[in-house]
T-cell receptor, first 115, second 111 residues
Framework: EPEVTQTPSHQVTQMGQEVILRCVPI?????FYWYRQILGQKVEFLVS????????KSEIFDDQFSVERPDGSNFTLKIRSTKLEDSAMYFC?????????????FGPGTRLTVL | TQLLEQSPQFLSIQEGENLTVYCNSS?????LQWYRQEPGEGPVLLVT?????EVKKLKRLTFQFGDARKDSSLHITAAQPGDTGLYLC???????????FGQGTILTVHP
């Protein structure tokens, strides 16, 4: 069964450094998402991406964040200058259709630790 | 922003017991999704409920959507240790389907 994959599974970085989190969505999916989950808190939406552009973003997704789909398979989240409070699990998700009942498939996540 | 409140936050039970998890909102929602998340993994969709009063069953799991479409419940019959995990309710919002999650219920089923 096709699945969303994410790399790395765990990333440790120093405050102020740039990180790139990578995702390979399911191949025929059209909608792509990043979410994050700070330890002990709820899963929060960061950004959605459709038709090669950002379709919606949350207040969390400020100028330090960017997303890219550089080729037909990868979907990346870049944090330019990491802060301690960026430490969280980051989940990528993808969806085939646009209907509100259609399933979003989540990857296993990348645990980002900012020291 | 539509908020979802889940209760209880933690649930620790013995194998074979029944349990119910609740998801409530002050606003009416058009549909609601239930997810299960295991440690080290992303959320996995269990079910989507759309119609007020709707009941859906998935083996020992029963999902109900309130008549007023402001609440939903997940009932597990004869819980097993394999049911242990984080159960999340979520709304799909907007044209691009971003998900808004509740804070989740951490279920632990002891053998």
């Amino acid at each position: 069964e096709p699945e969303v994959t994410q790399t790395p599974s765990h990333q440790v970085t120093q405050m102020g450094q740039e990180v790139i989190l990578r995702c390979v969505p399911i191949s025929n999916h059209l909608y792509f998402y990043w979410y994050r989950q700070i330890l002990g808190q709820k899963v929060e939406f960061l950004v959605s991406f459709y038709n090669n552009e950002i379709s919606e973003k949350s207040e969390i997704f400020d100028d330090q964040f960017s997303v890219e789909r550089p080729d037909g398979s990868n979907f990346t989240l870049k944090i330019r200058s990491t802060k301690l409070e960026d430490s969280a699990m980051y989940f990528c998700a993808s969806r085939k259709e646009g209907g509100f009942t259609d399933t979003q498939y989540f990857g296993p996540g990348t645990r980002l630790t900012v020291l | 922003t539509q908020l979802l409140e889940q209760s209880p936050q933690f649930l620790s039970i013995q194998e074979g017991e029944n349990l119910t998890v609740y998801c409530n909102s002050s606003s009416v929602f058009s549909s609601l999704q239930w997810y299960r998340q295991e440690p080290g993994e992303g959320p996995v969709l269990l079910v989507t409920v759309v119609t007020g009063g709707e009941v859906k069953k998935l083996k020992r799991l029963t999902f109900q959507f309130g008549d007023a479409r402001k609440d939903s419940s997940l009932h597990i019959t004869a819980a097993q240790p394999g049911d242990t995990g984080l159960y999340l309710c979520a709304l799909s919002v907007g044209s691009y389907g971003k998900l808004t999650f509740g804070q989740g219920t951490i279920l632990t089923v002891h053998p």
